[in-house]
């Protein structure tokens, strides 16, 4: 499973971060993070809105992508280079050049080492160590710019063999730089080719933003086939903003190899929180995932779909996008809040969902839209976004509490203060399952590891609203990690229970969920399922 120019995907699980808050010094010469947010040198709020541009690939495009980059509206623009390690090597001269671009066309710069892709998986990939050396050697390109550039030490740092390396060999990169005084805010990348999902960022980036003796250090996830639901994308993002950690959607599409990303969920989650997001990629895309190209052959006038919809649709750049205050802008003008909207009533209740009314906010400009969460002690989870004071929350389980509020927005991304809650409590569901049907794959499979994604279809005459379904192994197969479904093993026969969004099973519909396991010996595909206690036929 390879991503355009040598990139992969795997698969997910989510957890909580540890709270960190750091302010940042005044007066700061460039970027700096403080309680969780990226500061400009202005000491502003910035949230990137851009795209990433194959420089290294494409040098001699760059001059006119990166006008028409900033003609979408972007604020920021990724650009990828070589250590000369895997591709041509970009001199310092070449990187002064980048930076001034960037500056002519008011762009913030975020520049990548992409040599490290995949490194002790895919074929000559350097180790982050090696594009600490190449920065150390473009240092006088960079020197000066901490207002304009951030520093991306390496681009997917890590394949998926041996990735728990990540968090020590990220630290030893950061304190390298440091040491050779670099004062740019410092951008890293996931392992598991950009997708982390074996959290090993998400687990240790507490401890890697505290490694960094100026705490100026933010994270960056790449969202492809591994965040394919809304739940997966909002628990990854919402984690580090609970521990107020920085974080940005460093790359994401609308599809790929590797699944399906949720890519509105993306664009509206972002959004919410003021996160940032940088899509992948501009033009020039190969190895069958052309579809990336946000524009036909470098042609700002043929916007693709992938490119119509990052641009111009719901929470995109065009509508999003503000220009960093030390290029004048940010909007500075409206930094006034919606009021709180009203505590929201709820009818319709169901056992898998139910719709929320609230009265509406005023604001001095005008409320552009509302974001209803969520709420589980101090920890809030997206639940949906609505343009109006109603939304139908969906995919519940029966017979389960949930507490809801609501926030208000404006066009300028300033978020009111929550409102009050509602409790909800589900309808009880229905009971038999009336017939089912399982697929199970094994999508993946290493040194004792493996993939697998199981299928559950409903091929009976009433809605299944809760499950269980079990299965026996042969080969010693355990489970680690589980996503769409909670799992627990007793000996070799593992139980796989629903979670919320994936309870309901509408007649003739189906549900799905997948595992991280591992195997002994061999790894062979179970032949029985039940059910709720009942036998399913094997597809």
């Not at 939304?391 to 507490?403: E, K, Q, R, V």
Request: contains cysteine; glycine residues 12%.
């Amino acid at each position: 499973m390879r991503k355009r120019f040598a990139l992969a995907g795997a698969a997910i699980a989510a957890l909580v971060l540890s709270l960190l808050t750091v302010v940042p010094a005044q007066a700061a010469a460039g970027f700096t993070v403080g309680n969780g947010r990226l500061l400009d040198a202005n000491g502003n709020d910035f949230v990137m809105r851009g795209v990433n541009h194959a420089h290294t690939w494409y040098a001699d495009r760059t001059t006119q992508a990166l006008k028409d980059i900033k003609a979408t509206g972007a604020n920021t623009v990724r650009v990828v280079l070589s250590s000369g390690d895997r591709w041509t090597l970009n001199t310092a001269a070449d990187v002064t050049n980048v930076i001034t671009q960037c500056k002519a066309n008011k762009l913030i710069c975020v520049m990548e080492v992409h040599d490290t892709t995949g490194y002790q998986e895919q074929s000559g990939a350097v180790s982050l160590a090696r594009a600490v050396e190449y920065w150390k050697s473009i240092q006088s390109a960079m020197a000066g710019q901490e207002k304009y550039v951030i520093l991306n030490i390496g681009n997917e740092p890590w394949g998926n063999t041996g990735y728990t390396g990540w968090t020590q060999a990220t630290k030893d990169a950061i304190t390298s730089l440091r040491s050779a005084g670099f004062q740019h805010t410092i951008m890293v990348d996931a392992p598991n080719w950009g997708q982390d999902w074996g959290y090993a960022m998400r687990d240790n980036a507490a401890s890697v933003f505290a490694a960094d003796p100026q705490k100026n250090t933010v994270f960056s996830i790449h969202m492809y086939g591994v965040y394919n639901t809304a739940a997966k994308v909002n628990e990854y993002l919402n984690s580090f903003v609970t521990a107020k950690l920085p974080i940005v959607v460093g790359e994401f599409g609308h599809n790929h190899s590797d699944g399906d990303p949720d890519e509105d969920t993306i664009f509206a989650t972002t959004q919410s929180l003021k996160l940032g997001y940088l899509a992948w990629s501009w033009s020039g895309n190969g190895g069958g995932v052309e579809y990336l190209d946000m524009v036909t052959g470098f042609n700002a006038a043929q916007l693709t779909t992938w490119g119509q919809r990052a641009v111009n649709g719901a929470n995109g750049i065009k509508a999003t996008s503000r220009e960093a205050s030390v290029y004048g802008g940010g909007d500075p003008g409206d930094t006034t809040a919606p009021s709180t909207p009203g505590t929201p009533t709820a009818s319709g209740v169901t056992s898998t969902g139910v719709t929320l009314s609230w009265a509406a906010s005023t604001d001095n400009v005008g409320v552009s839209g509302y974001d209803v969460v969520r709420v589980n002690g101090t920890t809030e989870t997206a639940a949906a976004s609505s343009a109006t004071t109603t939304a139908t929350i969906t995919g519940l389980s029966a017979s389960t509490t949930y507490t809801f509020a609501v926030y208000a927005r404006d066009a300028a991304g300033n978020r009111s203060t929550r409102s009050g809650t509602v409790n909800v409590t589900t309808q009880s569901g229905g009971g038999g399952t009336g017939g089912c049907a399982v697929t199970y794959k094994v999508t993946g499979q290493w040194q004792a590891g493996f993939q697998g994604d199981v299928k559950i279809a409903n091929t009976g005459t009433t809605a299944v609203n809760g499950w269980t379904l079990r299965w026996t192994w042969a080969g010693g197969q355990t489970v680690s990690q589980s996503w769409g479904a909670s799992t627990s093993q007793s000996a070799a026969t593992l139980s796989a229970t629903n979670v919320s969004y994936t309870g309901n099973i509408p007649v003739n519909g189906s549900v799905s969920f997948g595992f991280i396991g591992s195997w002994n010996g061999t790894n062979p595909v179970p032949t029985s399922f039940t059910l709720n206690g009942a036998s399913c036929a094997t597809a």
